[in-house]
């Protein structure tokens, strides 16, 4: 089955800095890509996504790139600020035709420092 | 728009009791997951349906049973409760068309077994 490595495990940035999480996955065959935010006391939030035909994806201070022959994606933040602290996940999946559970990575606590 | 939501929010049990964690999801999806989510870990997929009365195993499935008479609802029943299973558990949708798919999370349940 698919594996998920993620680092780093907790990251410390300045506020307005930038901050990097970097992904690899194991099967080839995975195609879609999703980061989730997830806040003490909830549920994860989607907040960006890529699909396999895509390189890079941008939605204003966040961005996912993936290199499918490196078989790694990452997530980048740009402009930090306070309410971007948070437990940061990826997750990768095969869907074709159907759709099958996520395999996540075991996530990064991000902490913006004021 | 209720989305989706799971209860109880919080539940102490003992070892050996039968425990039911209900998940509710408004948006007439198809897919719907549990995940367990369990420090060094991240999160695991137990179960996974992809319709009414088609269920299947995910990676950590033992110990486990679901249900799904309707689409709405897929709880996700502990038949005989262990300390192991002290976890918070997610419940997730998804519209399950072709390609990838978003998934969409609850607010999650603690589970405490003592």
């Known amino acids: 089955g698919e594996n998920v490595e993620q680092h780093p495990s907790t990251l410390s940035v300045q506020e307005g800095d930038s901050a990097v999480i970097k992904c690899t996955y194991s099967?080839?065959?995975?195609?879609?890509f999703p980061w989730y935010k997830q806040e003490l006391g909830k549920g994860p939030q989607l907040i960006i996504d890529?699909?396999?035909?895509?390189g890079e994806k941008k939605d204003q201070r966040i961005a996912v790139t993936l290199n499918k022959t490196a078989k790694h994606f990452s997530l980048h933040i740009t402009e930090t600020q306070p309410e971007d602290s948070a437990v940061y996940f990826c997750?990768?999946?095969?869907?074709?035709?159907?759709?099958?559970?996520?395999?996540f990575g075991k996530g990064t606590h991000l902490i913006i420092q004021p | 728009d209720a989305g989706i939501t799971q209860s109880p929010r919080y539940k102490i049990t003992e070892t050996g009791r039968q425990v039911t964690l209900m998940c509710h999801q408004t948006?007439?999806?198809?897919?719907m997951f549990w995940y367990r989510q369990d420090l060094g870990h991240g999160l695991r997929l137990i179960y996974y349906?992809?319709?009414?009365?088609?269920?299947d195993k995910g990676e950590v499935p033992d110990g486990y049973v679901v249900s799904r008479s309707k689409t709405e609802n897929f709880p996700l029943t502990l038949e005989s409760a262990t300390r192991s299973q002290t976890s918070v558990y997610f419940c997730?949708?998804?519209?399950?068309?072709?390609?990838?798919?978003?998934?969409?999370f609850g607010p999650g349940t603690r589970l405490l077994v003592l």
């Open positions: 099967d080839s065959a995975s195609n879609y």
């Open positions: 890529i699909r396999s035909n895509v």
């Open positions: 948006w007439s999806h198809s897919y």
């Open positions: 349906s992809a319709a009414a009365d088609i269920t």
């Open positions: 997730a949708s998804n519209l399950g068309t072709s390609g990838p798919e978003t998934q969409y």
């Open positions: 997750a990768a999946a095969y869907s074709g035709g159907g759709a099958d559970g996520l395999t």
